[in-house]
């Protein structure tokens, strides 16, 4: 009859070699080489700074609450993030950022001459250059350490994000001069756009579509779009100096919140119901309201990619990241559109 015990050389009888308990090690964590991480930096400044040019516009819009018809157009080339990324594919990187920024540039500075607010804050969102940074960290960096690349491309378009947003409801007069000092800096990383002697590569649309059925980009994506549209209609007519506080004080708490949450999905979760009762408090307490909808919508800047680095897999975090930031922009401009043509 057959024993149920392990040979001598897989369970050893003997007496323990060691008086101190065997434990596992800790997990190691991703650290990039110097030059990695100077060429990780360098990214997160090109995409930091587009999303702080284009938000620190929509603060704008959200102070003279400008017309529907910005706001879709802001929407519609936020969300043109996955085909400039396709487009480095066919076309060398550099010359797609370049020419994305050049463009910018250019209508910004016509339309600061003719003060044409709308097509500036059309112009600032053009270059949305998250997804193409991502590629190339995706083909420049080896597979170990390229979840630390990817960390540093979140953290500079979250942080864009959140300035913008701050800096524009503060001061919407320094928008022009701001978002084009943002641009400007953000331009001095597109040579290391340049090929590294490998296949240029994205996503496609099929594996795109498999991220958002996932548990976390599908409740990630709602819950961003929904926040977004409630919180930056409670935030319409927010021009006061003392506001920039809100938005950064939401990313320090979205952030500080995230280390002692549960899983990857509370803290959206919490700030969706925040934005929901800032958009009902608009009625009643409106400057409360304006108040909790920038905190919302600052704190969503740290909590997509907290959230995405907790909870999405290490070769799915570009993918819902991009669908994150996207969903949040459409329901920013949603929310905006709404507020301009309701109130």
């Known amino acids: 009859m057959p024993s149920d015990e392990l040979p001598e050389e897989f369970a050893p009888t003997g007496p323990k070699l060691s008086r101190l308990p065997i434990r596992p090690a800790p997990p190691v964590r991703p650290h990039l080489f110097r030059d990695e991480a100077r060429f990780a930096r360098r990214l997160a400044l090109l995409a930091g700074g587009s999303e702080l040019a284009a938000w620190i516009w929509f603060a704008r819009l959200l102070a003279h609450r400008g017309s529907p018809w910005a706001a879709l157009a802001f929407v519609a080339l936020r969300l043109l993030r996955p085909f400039w990324s396709w487009l480095g594919t066919r076309l060398p990187r550099a010359f797609v950022a370049f020419a994305l920024l050049a463009v910018s540039l250019l ?34 960096v080896t597979i170990e350490r390229r979840a630390a690349a990817y960390s540093w491309i979140d953290m500079g378009q979250g942080l864009g994000c959140g300035l913008g947003l701050a800096l524009g409801t503060a001061q919407p007069g320094l928008a022009p001069l701001l978002g084009t000092a943002a641009l400007l800096a953000g331009s001095l990383a597109v040579p290391d756009l340049r090929d590294r002697r490998t296949p240029r590569s994205s996503w496609p649309l099929s594996l795109r579509w498999q991220v958002l059925r996932s548990p976390l980009a599908a409740q990630l994506t709602v819950l961003a779009a929904a926040g977004g ?3 930056a209609a409670a935030a319409a007519r927010s021009r006061a100096w003392w506001m920039i506080a809100a938005p950064l004080l939401g990313m320090a708490t979205a952030a500080r919140a995230e280390v002692v949450a549960r899983n990857a999905l509370v803290v959206p979760r919490v700030l969706a119901a925040i934005a929901l009762v800032a958009c009902a408090l608009r009625w009643v307490a409106p400057t409360a309201a304006i108040a909790a909808g920038l905190f919302a919508l600052g704190a969503f800047c740290a909590a997509i990619p907290g959230a995405v680095a907790r909870g999405a897999g290490e070769m799915e975090r570009p993918v819902a990241s991009s669908l994150g930031f996207s969903a949040l922009a459409l329901g920013a401009g949603a929310g905006l559109a709404w507020s301009a043509s309701a109130w």
């Open 229 to 231: 549209a409630l919180a």
């Open 107 to 140: 209508v910004q500075g016509f339309a600061a001459m003719s003060l044409a607010d709308t097509l500036a804050a059309v112009a600032a969102a053009l270059p949305a250059l998250g997804d193409l940074c991502a590629s190339a960290a995706a083909d420049a």
